[in-house]
C-alpha cells in the first residue's frame, strides 16, 4: 500500500499563515526598535559624549589658559602705558650730541 499525502485543511493552513504573520510583524518591529536604538547610540556616541568630555575635562583648562592670556594681555597694556609716558630716548640723544646724530 501507497502512503497517501495527507493535505492539511483549510483551518491548519489558516491558523499557520496567522502564526507566520505574526511572527513576521514581531521581527519587523524588532527590526525597526533595533534601528532607532542603533541611530540614537550612534548620535550619543558621536556627539553627546564628546561634549560631555570637554565640559567635564577640557574646558576648564581651556578657561585658566583664557584667564592667563587675559591678565598676560593686562600686564603688556600696563607696560606700553608706562614707556609711553618716558622721554623719546631719540630726541634726549638729539639734544646731547648737540643736534646732529649724523656720523661724519
Do not use: C, H
Amino acid at each position: 500500500m501507497e502512503p497517501q499525502k495527507v493535505l492539511p485543511t483549510t483551518d491548519e493552513l489558516y491558523k499557520l499563515v496567522k502564526e507566520n504573520n505574526q511572527m513576521l510583524k514581531s521581527m519587523r518591529r524588532s527590526a525597526f526598535i533595533g534601528g532607532i536604538l542603533k541611530f540614537v547610540f550612534w548620535i550619543l556616541l558621536l556627539f553627546v559624549v564628546p561634549y560631555v568630555m570637554y565640559v567635564v575635562y577640557v574646558q576648564p583648562y581651556v578657561e585658566r589658559a583664557l584667564e592667563t592670556a587675559q591678565a598676560f594681555q593686562e600686564n603688556v597694556d600696563s607696560v606700553n602705558a608706562q614707556v609711553s609716558g618716558l622721554p623719546d630716548f631719540g630726541k634726549l640723544i638729539e639734544q646731547f650730541t648737540g643736534g646732529s646724530s649724523e656720523t661724519e
